[in-house]
């Protein structure tokens, strides 16, 4: 495996076996390092014969649960969950996050805030910042209502400044569709903001569904690092 492959697996596997217990309802995040918790909750549900039950984030947790044969959940039947784990876009000092590179910002954020402990895993390169947008340079997702995307877009250059697009699929023939059927843009702002304000001010424009910002969700962050060690942020 890569660096960073191992970086994402070690960030997993600490978030796991330091916040998963017996008999809890765990959120399961998307992305590429949440594939490595999901491995090692299945092996610690097999050897501990752990009872846990799993809410997705995505069409993709959904997979990844079912694939390795844990126990199913949704929001009707544990709308109150031990822990939620999430992979992140970017990660400042505040533990404030840019997420929804993969697209799944809103499922994430709602099961992040059902959540008693959300907890964040990312690997050291690209992810940790001092100041949000030093790192991840494509912008904050948005995901938005498709008949008001133009509209929105231009509202939050106006009040906002920096650029806004409509997220295209690779192939360019069309846009990226979310598991909610909706679109995204992304936010390409200038120079640090007040992120709470912002994110609430966004959310308010009709035809936003939700935004990539995560303000004071995050309780800790674990770091996969390059020689091998996870760092703590919390
Ligand atoms: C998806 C997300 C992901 O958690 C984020 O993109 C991180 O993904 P990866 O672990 O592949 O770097 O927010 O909407």
Redesign the pocket.
């Known amino acids: 495996a890569t660096m960073a492959e191992e970086a994402?697996k070690l960030a997993a596997y600490a978030a796991v076996d330091n916040h998963v217990q017996n008999n809890q309802a765990v959120g399961v995040?998307?992305?590429?390092?949440?594939v490595y918790a999901v491995d090692r909750l299945a092996a610690r549900v097999r050897q501990e014969k752990l009872n846990i039950v799993c809410v997705p984030?995505?069409f993709q947790a959904r997979q990844l649960i079912l694939q390795h044969s844990l126990a199913l959940s949704d929001l009707d039947r544990h709308p109150q969950l031990d822990v939620a784990i999430?992979?992140?876009?970017e990660v400042d000092a505040d533990l404030t996050l840019i997420?929804?590179?993969?697209?799944?910002?809103t499922h994430?954020k709602i099961v992040a805030s059902c959540a008693k402990h959300f907890i964040v895993?990312?690997?050291y390169s690209?992810?940790d910042s001092k100041v949000l947008g030093q790192q991840w340079k494509k912008g904050v997702?948005i995901e938005v209502i498709p008949m008001a995307y133009v509209p929105v877009c231009r509202t939050i250059v106006r009040r906002f400044g920096g650029e806004a697009h409509l997220r295209m699929a690779v192939s360019k023939a069309g846009p990226v569709v979310t598991d909610n059927s909706n679109f995204l843009l992304d936010w390409k702002f200038d120079g640090a903001q007040n992120w709470r304000e912002v994110n609430a001010a966004i959310k308010m424009i009709p035809g936003v569904v939700d935004t990539?910002l995560f303000v004071d969700m995050a309780e800790r962050a674990y770091f996969g690092m390059e020689d091998g060690s996870v760092q703590v942020r919390d």
């Open positions: 994402k995040g998307s992305g590429s390092t949440i984030t995505s999430d992979g992140a876009d997420k929804g590179g993969g697209g799944c910002l994430e895993i990312a690997d690209r992810k997702p990539g």
